[in-house]
T-cell receptor, first 113, second 112 residues
Framework: ETGVTQSPTHLIKTRGQQVTLRCSSQSGHNTVSWYQQALGQGPQFIFQ???????GRGNFPPRFSGLQFPNYSSELNVNALELDDSALYLC????????????FGPGTRLTVT | QKEVEQNSGPLSVPEGAIASLNCTYSDRGSQSFFWYRQYSGKSPELIMSIYSNGDKEDGRFTAQLNKASQYVSLLIRDSQPSDSATYLC????????????FGTGTSLTVIP
């Protein structure tokens, strides 16, 4: 069984640039959720994708957008990067049925300068 | 407002002791509760999930749920230095599908 993978591991961008982060879900999982985790904080829900459709969104501006592909992999896009976007971005995959257990990938550390 | 509250710690226990981690949540209708362990610089790792009132045991870990009090806890028996990490409580709120809301985590240090 293949676990959740994310790329890249680390990324450094300049304020105002755009970034794309990628996630491959665990085998058998069809739902992908994205989280932002600032230092010393718990993960904050960004949005979730199920069957290529957005299935809920947290309190993040529209410059955070995403996609899910037919193979259930997913992308997170962030436009017009701000310094406060510096964080660990986590992808989690799950089945779309109880118990809804989510399994996280290793994360992408984004630094905006 | 969907809130999940945890004591940030740090919590220190001697090796071999029981570590007790607590979490409260704001929505009485919540159905599913999860504990994750996160080592410094790593991603969260699922330890346990619990859905029914009472205790659920898995090895050295016991999750306890009291829906009436909106309280979920994690007990770690025979604590080991390798248990030193931040423990995150996550709640799946009703009518939000499969969306998790996390607390800020409790930092645990097990002293050899």
């Amino acid at each position: 069984e293949t676990g959740v993978t994310q790329s890249p591991t680390h990324l450094i961008k300049t304020r105002g640039q755009q970034v794309t982060l990628r996630c491959s879900s665990q085998s058998g999982h069809n739902t992908v959720s994205w989280y932002q985790q600032a230092l010393g904080q718990g993960p904050q829900f960004i949005f979730q994708y199920y069957r290529e459709e957005e299935n809920g969104r947290g309190n993040f501006p529209p410059r955070f957008s995403g996609l899910q592909f037919p193979n259930y992999s997913s992308e997170l896009n962030v436009n017009a990067l701000e310094l406060d976007d510096s964080a660990l971005y986590l992808c989690a995959s799950s089945e779309a049925a109880p118990p809804y257990e989510q399994y996280f990938g290793p994360g992408t550390r984004l630094t905006v300068t | 407002q969907k809130e999940v509250e945890q004591n940030s710690g740090p919590l220190s226990v001697p090796e071999g002791a029981i570590a007790s981690l607590n979490c409260t949540y704001s929505d009485r209708g919540s159905q599913s509760f999860f504990w994750y362990r996160q080592y410094s610089g790593k991603s969260p790792e699922l330890i346990m999930s619990i859905y029914s009132n009472g205790d659920k045991e898995d090895g050295r870990f016991t999750a306890q749920l009291n829906k009436a009090s909106q309280y979920v806890s994690l007990l770690i028996r025979d604590s080991q230095p390798s248990d030193s990490a931040t423990y995150l409580c996550a709640v799946n709120y009703p009518n939000t599908g499969n969306q998790f809301y996390f607390g800020t985590g409790t930092s645990l240090t097990v002293i050899p």
